[in-house]
């Protein structure tokens, strides 16, 4: 009999299989077990009709809805396409149910893995792959959690509340970019799509009534794009982030969300009409949902309710206490780097020309860096190979310390770890990625300087996540204080920005920290501490 070698890519054929369908809100008691089903689905996206993959036959999985302290079982079984965990992403609970290689053994195809959580923080938080994250992600394996407050008085008042996950999709020739099973490419930017979701959708259609208070819950699930949101003709009120309320509400033209990031933000509908939510960049407006307000009026106005803006207490008696960690030196700075290595496929023969991949009419004849982004030139043979046969990206689309879309296409999609890596280094011990070695006790307080290195052959931004060991608040950024406190997991750090953050020490076991950006992530960028009790 001949042995067949395995395809080299992921499947991307959707035929024969169930169809996608719509989220659900599945609310969960206290001692409830659930089952979370990996599969893949057929999804239509727009004119095309592709193969991905969902928890339990949905593109967001399942919301699940549980009550601030209670303690909840869900038996995760796999029927996709690679061994894989959950990470439950920004809850603190107990190490082994973290949902990664280091806690458990990952879930092969055909097996199953219960996971006891627990949630004692109110909020929204998410669940996604931590296995070829930027496959799983991409594919559409996320889904919320939303933790109830205990104090049915911790939110302003809302009519009602709704859950929005914001992702982006690559989509060639009728199908999702394909997937190679043995390397993660787009390392460099990350993979950016080309056609944006919200709650799944490419068109989604939203109604609401004249004076309705709305609270949106928004998660950014994308591989690495980072989302600008704005509601014209309607109020936003920002009320909370990651781990619950911000230390005072404030009305927002708009909000910022990286990769794992969530903010939470009560809309007043005071105009009847047609409004879009918006993705705003630098060069251009992306529409990510329609919304149409009814002139039905809604019951009862809240409108003065909205128009207070309320503080946290707890963050309150935070900020008594920040200046002294923000006078302190760091107890670990950690930096972030790009090394980035084509030299050796430029050819040989003749001199070698160098160019920068975003800015090609910036050339040299040795290595060096651009004048304009910073970044490391190429061989140009290297960035002409790559461009043969593909269309370039927008140009000049970062600004705000922030790459809003893939400026490098053809490079991008052939930068893999074996010729781009990241690296988190500590600057005390010049230890890199998962040769960091940090040690903390429950009850610690750590101040981490977080730094963007401009000096990287690739600066971009980096949106920082630790998992569940703790929370922690942002300190300072370019060492000016923090002016809205909020308890988060992820931090976005901007290109060249150096970041402050206070990490509070509660969960023993060995826990991981890394970019979010999904592909920096499978390249290695990423490091484990431990925690004592």
């Not at 931590?130 to 109830?148: A, P, S, W």
Request: net charge negative; glycine share 8%.
């Amino acid at each position: 009999m001949t042995e067949h070698a395995a395809p080299s890519s992921f499947p991307t054929d959707p035929t024969g299989l169930a169809p996608c369908r719509p989220s659900e809100v599945v609310d969960l008691s206290d001692g409830e077990t659930f089952e979370l089903e990996i599969a893949p689905v057929a999804k239509r996206l727009g004119d095309a009709t592709v193969r991905m993959l969902a928890y339990n036959g949905s593109i967001p999985g399942p919301t699940l809805r549980v009550a601030q302290g209670s303690e909840v079982e869900v038996d995760v079984v796999n029927r996709g396409d690679l061994e894989t965990t959950v990470h439950w992403h920004g809850l603190r609970l107990e190490n082994r149910y973290d949902g990664t290689h280091e806690t458990q053994e990952p879930i092969a195809i055909g097996e199953r893995f219960p996971s006891r959580l627990t949630f004692p923080d109110p909020g929204v938080y998410w669940y996604h792959p931590h296995i070829r994250e930027d496959y799983g992600q991409e594919m559409g394996l996320y889904g919320n959690v939303l933790v109830v407050p205990a104090d049915p008085g911790y939110w302003p008042p809302a009519h009602r509340e709704l859950l929005l996950t914001l992702d982006d999709v690559l989509v060639e020739d009728g199908a999702v970019a394909p997937f190679s099973r043995s390397e993660t490419t787009h390392a460099a930017m990350g993979r950016f799509g080309n056609v944006l979701l919200v709650g799944g959708e490419p068109d989604l259609a939203l109604t609401a009534r004249l004076g309705e208070v709305v609270r949106l819950y928004l998660t950014n699930t994308a591989n690495t794009r980072v989302f600008k949101v704005r509601l014209p003709g309607a109020r936003m009120k920002l009320v909370g982030g990651d781990s619950g309320r911000c230390e005072r509400e404030e009305v927002v033209e708009d909000v910022v969300l990286a990769p794992s990031e969530r903010i939470v933000v009560d809309v007043l509908f005071d105009r009847p009409g047609r409004l879009t939510l918006e993705h705003l960049t630098p060069e251009r407006v992306h529409p990510l949902a329609a919304i149409t307000v009814s002139e039905d009026p809604a019951t009862p106005s809240l409108s003065r309710a909205f128009e207070t803006l309320r503080r946290d207490p707890e963050l309150a008696d935070e900020r008594r206490g920040l200046g002294r960690h923000v006078r302190a030196a760091p107890d670990k700075t950690l930096a972030f780097v790009a090394e980035m290595d084509f030299d050796a496929d430029a050819g040989a023969g003749g001199p070698v020309v160098y160019t920068c991949p975003m800015h090609p009419a910036v050339v040299a004849d040795a290595p060096g860096r651009c004048p304009e982004c910073g970044m490391k030139l190429l061989p140009e043979a290297i960035v002409a190979r790559a461009a043969a046969g593909h269309e370039h990206g927008d140009s000049h689309a970062h600004a705000d310390g922030i790459e809003w879309e893939d400026d490098m296409v053809e490079i991008n999609r052939i930068t893999t770890p074996a010729n781009t890596r990241w690296k988190l280094v500590d600057r005390t011990t010049g230890a890199e990625n998962e040769a960091i070695a940090w040690q903390f006790t429950v009850g610690d307080r750590v101040k981490i300087r977080l730094v963007n290195e401009t000096d990287s052959d690739h600066p971009m931004h980096h949106p920082f996540h630790v998992h569940g060991a703790g929370r922690f608040l942002t300190l300072a950024r370019d060492g000016v204080v923090e002016p809205n406190l909020m308890w988060s997991d992820t931090v976005l750090v901007r290109t060249g920005e150096t970041v402050d953050i206070l990490l509070d020490v509660t969960n023993p076991g060995r826990w991981m920290a890394h970019c979010h950006i999904a592909e920096h992530h499978e390249s290695g960028m990423m490091l484990s501490f431990d925690v004592t009790a």
